[in-house]
């Protein structure tokens, strides 16, 4: 009908989709779940750094950590915002979350033991994001595509902030060095993963880029990433762990050696170092706050009762009618 | 002036103190909002740790990375209160509450301060801690008029922060006995101290006449457990500091003298 | 009556009075008080020493410290034993600690913010403690009594390992020797005044020593107390905080100054470094596990209902009969 | 031997950390009696550790104190199920009643060890270990069974520590990489250690026969979630194991070299 003709021509002239638009029911399922996923990684992802702010060895540092921290937060709410658009309650995303039925990025099942993991994560992890989300900034869904925007700029912002820690470490003393090394040793291939299979084991892909909410394939934005980290590692004064990475002019890009996608299995199966933690904190958070929450929903209830009555007592004649 | 850094010591382990415990409820608050809004706030409080804790190492040139990290906890000179473990959600909030009554009298005064760092310091945490006083005051009737469990762990909370309140009105002091690390110890109480610090007097007035009215408008009861001695100007504090700045200090002190 | 004649004859040859015996209403009234004090401060007291399990600074220390503390949750329930047969309930005794209506020994009263305060609490206030209760292991009534003997010979052990710990300081370091030093001058006082005020101010002592659940006076043991510590200070090479210290030849005694009561008298009344902390600590543990022992009520009755059907099943003509 | 000495310190390890654990009970228990038993299962372990991480550090000319205190979290080579929290109740009870049937079956085992030291250490152990799973079992059924809350908290106690199950069955290792403090870098598993561990196939086989049974008989579902990675035998642990150490090493760390 008009709906899809509309939605066709939005989407062949790169514009966006609204709410209130038509849209076919897959392209909404699939936007639910993938911005739904991006929210929980957000919710999830607070972990592995929240970790250490008790800990930042620096009040700058603290500062800082607790500053991204809690943007993790509000980029979970922004997501859920968006999402909700499209008709499905936060509540709901939030149960499948905390029992587990929904998927949340697989690289927030790693742990921090050390403090250079700030690092890595601020400069690998959120690197990673920012070269699968920036082209999500011209998503065709609206709401999506603007809260990746303002997603995105902070991001960048943490990415930085990474790669400074990473480098006050480098310029640091040996065991600062090798600290960070070790460090960037453990995310550079999780890392990498995080771009999802290659390409030929990657059946969705075709759709969402039909769709306009995925605009390049998984080994694009992967050799993208690569070719942004090889220079920033040498400024960085770090190895990267992969023999096989050497600049290839022939292509205008760096070769990579392949990734060991059984580890990348395991950790999606459940098997990782912390899978069963996150979840279960998030739970246990969700649980014990249940009275907080429950107090809020009877107050604000008692208050709206309160407020028409007197609103009621304050016109008689009206209700007398 | 050396009295004057001392001033800002106190007042600046206060806000770093309180700023690492609510610090400690990100990724375990009730609700998401909450992540948000205790993170928020303990990172105000940090950045008036920071200038207040630079403002103090700057008359003995030391950092303050040294004072917050480099310090025992007997060298702490928080008031008690802001050491309190977090407890139930109810516990941080009557905390919180109590805290920003306080620190909303002291930074109002505290601007009009002869000493211009302070008063431009607390010219700025006057907006925040605004915003602070109004987070607890909101939940403080949710909690104490929401659900009878809400309403009961809400009275524990403020029967817990209680005995704590008594030592926020109490007069500065001079240092502890055997000095604090990174600041020398021919610190004097010389100077007279007149316009630049404030008169805690009228603080505890104001806080006599809004806090109860507050608790009873919530449905709640004043507490009238007595207050506990206190002394965290002097270096004494509860049982909840010691773990609470091993964790804090860890790795700065396994990495002496390094940047991060 | 008789069972007045017999107790009163009881106490004149310094019997025991057992559960059983007749005993005045004011008798059983005091020893209650006694007994519940005396175990709600056991109780109490283990807290500002389990202050420093987590952190102790050797693993023998950390074992001697968790056995110690663990003693203390054992006298307690010997001593709530003790009260029981009194006809009083623990639970009635418990609900009066937790609720702020009980007492407990002042001196726990105050916090322990070093790790010398294990070596001040073992020497110093188990030192003060075997001094008042020695004297009653000959207490009249026979549970008490016997209770005492086996708590008064583990308070000398623990008394001994604080002292050792307070030595292995003052052989140590110039910072262990000042960390010693100090605790020994936070503690001092306060454990002189464990006696309870000078025997001027306490009026209750002539009954209770008349009833042979007090043998000596609050003064009498003080002084003790101060002739059993000068000498182990000089062993330590400790300086008890108190300048008046002198021997005395004429009395046989040591000299000592006067103490301030008016602390006391604060501490008493709420006032004191962590009054506030002591008993909501407690009942906080105990709201938070009001969940288990209800489950393990449930548990033992459904097991009681279960044996008797089981019982009742085995036997099917008599339940008939 | 060296091997064996490296054997015993992921032992003693175990021990130390749950040792540590079942300390932070100590005057939170639900009743005084748990106190008591809590503190007693504590004691014992820490008992183990002591035994098991002195022979450790004889082989390499090091006390038990340096080990416990002077490593870094990388170089604590327990297996993670022994630093989780504390949690709950449940949660404790539900950790403990597995490692209760992994050190169970492991000290009886190793009373047959060829190594005579840990032979005697295993024997010793064995009679307290059968006291710690009857009181881990009697708490699983009395929870499992008990009021439906209980239940509940119960089964998400089994659900949180199961992940760690799987690794406590995997083979010993050799050191982590980056070696560990106060152990010389030069060890390796030259020696061959035939007699002197335990197998722990037959382990896991016994395991999964009692443990399902004894979750089954407290009216409990055996937990379907998959296992963690684990690795903490080389080194890498849970989240929760750098706060804890930073807590229990604080003081002996800021004195170093001293006696106590």
Known sequence: GDGRRRFEELLASESRVEPTDWMPAAYRKTLIRQISQHAHSEIIGMQPEGNWITRAPSLKRKAILMAKVQDEAGHGLYLYS????????????FDQLITG????????NYTTPTWADMGSIGWLVDGAAICNQVPLCRASYGPYGRAMVRICKEESFHQRQGFEILLALMNGTEEQRAMAQESVNRWYAPALMMFGPPDADSP????SMAWNIKRFSNDELRQRFVDMLVPQAEILGVTLPDPAIRWNEERGHYDFGDLDWTEFSEVLAGRGPANAVRVSRRRTAHENGAWVREAARAYADKQATASAASRASAAPEKIAS | SEPVALYALGLGDDALVLAHRLGEWITHAPELEEDVALGNIGLDLLGHARSLLTYAGSAWGTSEDDLAYFR????FRNRQLFEQPNGDFAHTIARQLFASV????????LRRSTDPTLAAIAAKATKEVDYHLDHSVQWLLRLGLGTEESHRRMQRGLDAMWPFVGELFRAETGLPEGGVAHVPLDVTDGGTLGGVVVDLEPLRSAFDEIVPRLITDAGL???TVPFARGGGREGRHTEALGPMLAEM???ARAHPGVTW
């Not at chain 2, 025992?72 to 060298?75: A, L, T, Y």
């Open chain 2, 249 to 251: 200090q860890v790795l």
């Open chain 1, 82 to 93: 968006a999402a909700q658009t499209l008709g499905i309650d936060r509540e709901e995303m």
């Open chain 2, 102 to 109: 306080y620190f909303d009298g002291l930074y109002r005064a």
């Open chain 2, 221 to 223: 009861t004043v507490p």
């Open chain 1, 101 to 108: 039925r929904a998927k949340y990025s697989s690289i927030f």
């Open chain 2, 72 to 75: 025992g906890e007997s060298e």
């Open chain 1, 204 to 207: 969705n892909s075709q759709q």
